[in-house]
């Protein structure tokens, strides 16, 4: 019985890794992130969801995030951030970089 319980805990273990402390959304359309600035709390592990509204793809990107996520047009995507120390860390939508760009504030 203890083999079976133990089993199970590990059989949870990724979905237990993948738990973040809080949740946001992102939204793009016309090639731009709305909101452009997303506040997220300092030092927690947060879940981003980015619904991307336009027909074609877009990259959710940020080098100081260390993050790269395609959206493909009409769908949404899933991007996790954090945590992260108190500051702000922007991103680009790498196929429209002029309009779709934002930034992340840590608080």
Known sequence: MKRIAL???L???PAAA????????????????TPDRLEIPAGKKVRVTVENKDATPEEFESGPLKV??????????????GPLKPGEYPF????????????????
Not at 18 to 33: G, K, S
Not at 68 to 81: A, D, H, M, Q, T
């Open 7 to 9: 089993v199970a805990a």
């Open 11 to 13: 059989a949870l273990l």
């Open 18 to 33: 993948l738990a973040a402390d809080a949740e946001f959304a992102l939204t793009i359309e016309n090639h731009r992130f």
């Open 68 to 81: 790269e996520k395609v959206i493909p047009g009409k769908s949404k995507g899933i991007v996790f951030l």
């Open 92 to 107: 680009i939508g790498e196929y429209h970089e002029s309009t779709a760009k934002g930034v992340v504030v840590a608080k």
